[in-house]
């Protein structure tokens, strides 16, 4: 297995338990996308190797993880990964507050339909809607950075 | 071949399409067939691995503050259990007798004493607090004895019910959830009641009780036992606010949860044992029978038709 492989495996399993990491209540509002987060950098920069599929793949795990309805998550992380994946070549270049902008925009789209499929009333004047969006922008360039070091080591490595 | 699987490019939207059209039919799926619970059991106990990480650093953590502690501290901690211990063990004394007295009194009543429960101790593997769910994910399964609507709760009250068992772990509804109701009653005077959940932990909404009832703020709510799923005369929440002003047909009363919803990371469940239960006689109503005519055991049929027939219609039959 090549380090970019590993690297790939090893950040989206982390992702997945991040989001499933028990918070205290108040905290619960503040938790970020962590599976968004990660899928927008491979999507973004290694686009041969995350597709849709491996998204769905994702989802229905982060479904059995968290109890959820099976095709609960895919359904607005495809989505995001599908918007994502429209913009990627234009997403590169932006500058990095308009790609913390776009990320809270999936952010809000991925809530709003899982809140839409499942929810039974109106969340929109939750804080824990807005927190989220919040917190996943402006981790963004952190997780970006990191990510992209991470993987410039692996593919040295692997020289 | 393989690699083109996943290639993005002209199959991408094709893709995205049929996979969307495969979640909502799983979606559909899982809410409908029962079946599913089976699928879902299997895969559920392939990323079981993934849960058992997340709890690894907290344990850790705990494991290692626990083998490195100051003497005084540890001693401090051994004198306050040993006191705790001893007022426990006082209150054991009487609690002896007690279920003694209660078993001989239910036996005077014809009434079939409350089913055993074993207390089975679990972790809380995750929590997922949002104010339209509140469920839990503890690790013990059906491997424990764990059963859909097992009861749970902490050192200080209910907590909740199980929803779904998995072989090595379960999933738990908090009280404290939108669509759980718990049916209680007031300690101090017995009005039955429904504790519905609001959402957030630290309140619940009581449904039901007329507007001149009598319930007061700091009034204890226990299960009552009613609905077959919670085992009676556990405390589950204490009154916070009463609203009888009178406009509505029903009071409005708030009570937050004795147990620590939020905090709390280990759970007793309460896993009925299989020898002592009897549905029947569990179902049959409690008649107050005048002791003077109340045949013993080994009486003949023809003196024990009537009592039988109103306790238990299944032997009571016999013309």
Same mark, same amino acid.
């Given at each position: 297995m090549n380090g970019d492989r590993k690297l790939k495996i090893m950040s989206t399993t982390l992702a997945l338990i991040l989001m499933i990491l028990p918070l205290p209540e108040w905290a619960v509002a503040y938790r970020p996308n962590w599976i968004l987060l990660v899928a927008v950098f491979w999507i973004v920069y290694a686009a041969d190797s995350m597709g849709i599929t491996v998204v769905w793949f994702l989802g229905i795990c982060l479904d059995l993880l968290s109890g959820a309805t099976l095709g609960q998550h895919p359904v607005?992380?495809?989505?995001?990964?599908?918007?994502?994946? /429209?913009? /990627? /070549?234009?997403?590169?270049?932006?500058?990095?507050? /308009?790609?913390?902008?776009?990320?809270?925009?999936? !952010?809000?789209?991925?809530?709003?339909?899982?809140?839409?499929?499942?929810?039974?009333?109106? !969340?929109? @004047? @939750?804080?824990?809607?807005?927190?989220?969006?919040?917190?996943?922008?402006?981790?963004?360039?952190?997780?970006? !950075?990191?990510?992209?070091?991470?993987?410039?080591?692996?593919?040295?490595?692997?020289? | 071949m393989k690699k083109s699987l996943f290639l993005p490019? =002209?199959?991408?939207?094709?893709?995205?399409?049929a996979l969307m059209v495969i979640s909502f039919i799983l979606m559909f799926m899982d809410l409908r067939l029962p079946f599913m619970a089976t699928v879902r059991g299997y895969l559920a106990t392939a990323v079981y691995p993934l849960q058992r990480a997340v709890d690894f650093p907290g344990r850790l953590i705990s494991d290692t503050s626990s083998s490195y502690q100051s003497r005084g501290k540890l001693q401090s901690e051994n004198q306050n259990l040993y006191t705790e211990n001893q007022q426990l063990r006082r209150q054991l004394l009487k +609690?002896?007798?007690? &279920?003694?007295?209660?078993?001989?009194?239910?036996?005077?009543? =014809? $009434?079939?004493?409350?089913?055993?429960?074993?207390?089975?101790?679990?972790?809380?593997?995750?929590?997922?607090?949002?104010? +339209? =769910?509140?469920? &839990?994910?503890?690790?013990?399964? $059906?491997?424990?004895?764990?059963?859909?609507?097992?009861?749970?709760?902490?050192?200080?009250?209910?907590m909740g019910q199980v929803t779904r068992v998995y072989y090595y772990h379960s999933e738990g509804l908090l009280l404290s959830d939108p669509t759980h109701a718990t049916p209680v009653r007031v300690l101090r005077n017995g009005i039955r009641s429904v504790a519905i959940g609001t959402g957030y932990t630290d309140k619940l909404n009581l449904l039901y009780l007329p507007a001149n009832s009598d319930v007061v703020v700091g009034d204890m709510l226990v299960t009552s036992g009613l609905g077959q799923r919670f085992p009676a005369d556990y405390p589950v929440a204490k009154v916070t606010a009463v609203d009888q002003s009178g406009e509505e047909i029903f009071a409005t009363v708030n009570a937050m949860p004795l147990a620590n919803l939020d905090k709390s990371t280990e759970v007793l469940l309460f896993v009925e044992t299989e020898s002592k239960r009897n549905p029947e006689t569990e179902i049959a109503p409690t008649e107050i029978v005048d002791p003077a005519t109340m045949a013993p055991e080994?009486?003949? &049929?023809?003196?024990?038709?009537?009592?039988?027939?109103?306790?238990?219609?299944?032997?009571g039959v016999s013309e």
């Open positions: 607005s992380l495809m989505l995001c990964a599908f918007i994502i994946i /429209q913009l /990627q /070549q234009s997403f590169k270049i932006y500058p990095i507050g /308009q790609q913390c902008f776009v990320i809270a925009f999936l !952010v809000l789209i991925y809530l709003a339909i899982t809140r839409w499929l499942f929810g039974d009333k109106p !969340v929109i @004047d @939750d804080w824990s809607f807005w927190m989220s969006c919040l917190t996943t922008a402006l981790l963004w360039p952190w997780a970006f !950075v990191l990510l992209r070091e991470l993987r410039r080591n692996s593919l040295a490595s692997d020289l | 490019g =002209q199959g991408e939207a094709t893709r995205f399409a +609690y002896e007798a007690l &279920v003694a007295e209660n078993s001989r009194l239910l036996q005077l009543l =014809q $009434s079939s004493p409350q089913a055993d429960r074993d207390i089975v101790v679990g972790r809380l593997l995750g929590i997922d607090m949002t104010p +339209y =769910q509140q469920k &839990v994910t503890i690790d013990r399964g $059906s491997r424990n004895g764990i059963k859909v609507g097992t009861p749970f709760g902490d050192g200080n009250g209910m080994n009486a003949t &049929v023809t003196s024990t038709v009537e009592i039988s027939q109103s306790v238990n219609p299944e032997n």
